[in-house]
Protein backbone atom coordinates (compact mmCIF):
# COMPACT_ATOMS: atom_id res chain seq x y z
CA UNK A 1 0.00 0.00 0.00
CA UNK A 2 2.82 2.14 0.63
CA UNK A 3 4.48 1.78 -2.53
CA UNK A 4 1.02 2.55 -4.34
CA UNK A 5 1.17 5.94 -2.54
CA UNK A 6 4.70 6.40 -3.41
CA UNK A 7 3.83 6.15 -7.02
CA UNK A 8 0.60 7.78 -6.84
CA UNK A 9 2.38 10.80 -5.31
CA UNK A 10 5.38 10.55 -7.92
CA UNK A 11 2.79 10.75 -10.75
CA UNK A 12 0.82 13.50 -8.91
CA UNK A 13 4.23 15.35 -8.69
CA UNK A 14 5.01 15.02 -12.13
CA UNK A 15 1.68 15.81 -13.48
CA UNK A 16 2.01 18.93 -11.83
CA UNK A 17 5.86 19.55 -12.91
CA UNK A 18 4.27 18.88 -16.97
CA UNK A 19 1.47 21.50 -15.93
CA UNK A 20 3.67 24.33 -15.15
CA UNK A 21 5.84 23.31 -18.32
CA UNK A 22 2.51 23.58 -20.47
CA UNK A 23 1.35 27.35 -18.49
CA UNK A 24 5.19 28.48 -18.59
CA UNK A 25 4.76 27.50 -22.43
CA UNK A 26 1.59 29.05 -22.96
CA UNK A 27 2.94 32.04 -21.97
CA UNK A 28 5.72 32.13 -23.94
CA UNK A 29 3.48 31.30 -27.27
CA UNK A 30 1.43 34.08 -26.42
CA UNK A 31 4.42 36.34 -25.91
CA UNK A 32 5.60 35.48 -29.24
CA UNK A 33 2.56 35.53 -31.10
CA UNK A 34 2.01 39.05 -30.03
CA UNK A 35 5.61 40.22 -30.83
CA UNK A 36 4.81 38.32 -34.11
CA UNK A 37 1.79 40.68 -34.71
CA UNK A 38 3.99 43.50 -34.00
CA UNK A 39 6.60 42.77 -36.87
CA UNK A 40 3.91 41.55 -39.21
CA UNK A 41 2.34 45.09 -38.67
CA UNK A 42 5.68 47.00 -39.27
CA UNK A 43 6.58 44.67 -42.25
CA UNK A 44 3.29 45.92 -44.27
CA UNK A 45 3.70 49.43 -42.94
CA UNK A 46 7.30 49.20 -44.44
CA UNK A 47 6.53 47.44 -47.85
CA UNK A 48 3.92 50.03 -48.34
CA UNK A 49 6.54 53.16 -47.36
CA UNK A 50 9.10 50.97 -49.67
CA UNK A 51 6.81 51.01 -52.49
CA UNK A 52 5.85 54.21 -52.12
CA UNK A 53 9.36 55.28 -51.93
CA UNK A 54 10.15 53.47 -55.07
CA UNK A 55 7.75 55.57 -57.15
CA UNK A 56 8.63 58.40 -55.99
CA UNK A 57 12.08 57.46 -56.68
CA UNK A 58 10.97 56.04 -60.73
CA UNK A 59 9.00 59.74 -60.65
CA UNK A 60 12.38 61.71 -60.16
CA UNK A 61 14.65 59.68 -61.91
CA UNK A 62 12.42 60.07 -65.43
CA UNK A 63 12.05 63.98 -64.32
CA UNK A 64 15.77 64.53 -63.48
CA UNK A 65 16.24 62.28 -67.07
CA UNK A 66 13.62 64.35 -68.99
CA UNK A 67 15.03 67.88 -67.44
CA UNK A 68 18.55 67.08 -68.24
CA UNK A 69 17.62 66.48 -71.88
CA UNK A 70 15.71 69.23 -71.84
CA UNK A 71 17.86 71.41 -69.98
CA UNK A 72 21.55 71.15 -71.37
CA UNK A 73 22.79 71.85 -74.58
CA UNK A 74 24.46 68.83 -75.85
CA UNK A 75 27.16 70.82 -78.02
CA UNK A 76 30.89 70.37 -77.72
CA UNK A 77 32.08 72.78 -75.40
CA UNK A 78 29.55 71.75 -72.54
CA UNK A 79 30.22 67.64 -73.13
CA UNK A 80 32.37 67.74 -69.97
CA UNK A 81 30.21 69.55 -67.44
CA UNK A 82 27.59 66.91 -68.91
CA UNK A 83 29.31 63.74 -68.13
CA UNK A 84 29.72 65.49 -64.42
CA UNK A 85 26.27 66.35 -63.80
CA UNK A 86 25.13 62.83 -65.28
CA UNK A 87 27.09 61.22 -63.24
CA UNK A 88 26.48 63.11 -60.36
CA UNK A 89 22.65 62.34 -61.21
CA UNK A 90 23.76 58.50 -61.48
CA UNK A 91 24.99 58.96 -57.68
CA UNK A 92 22.35 60.24 -56.21
CA UNK A 93 20.19 58.02 -57.70
CA UNK A 94 22.29 55.10 -56.33
CA UNK A 95 22.41 56.48 -52.82
CA UNK A 96 18.68 57.22 -52.88
CA UNK A 97 18.38 53.06 -53.98
CA UNK A 98 20.92 51.97 -51.58
CA UNK A 99 18.73 53.22 -49.11
CA UNK A 100 15.14 52.08 -50.29
CA UNK A 101 16.64 48.60 -50.37
CA UNK A 102 18.01 49.01 -46.72
Known amino acids: MA???????????????????????????DKISEYNKILTRKLETLE??????????????????????????????ENGEKELIKNRIDEIVRIIDYHLSS
Open 48 to 77: RENKKLKTQLSGLTKLSNNTLENNINFNSN
Open 3 to 29: ATKKKYNFFIEEIKNLEAEVVSFIQKY
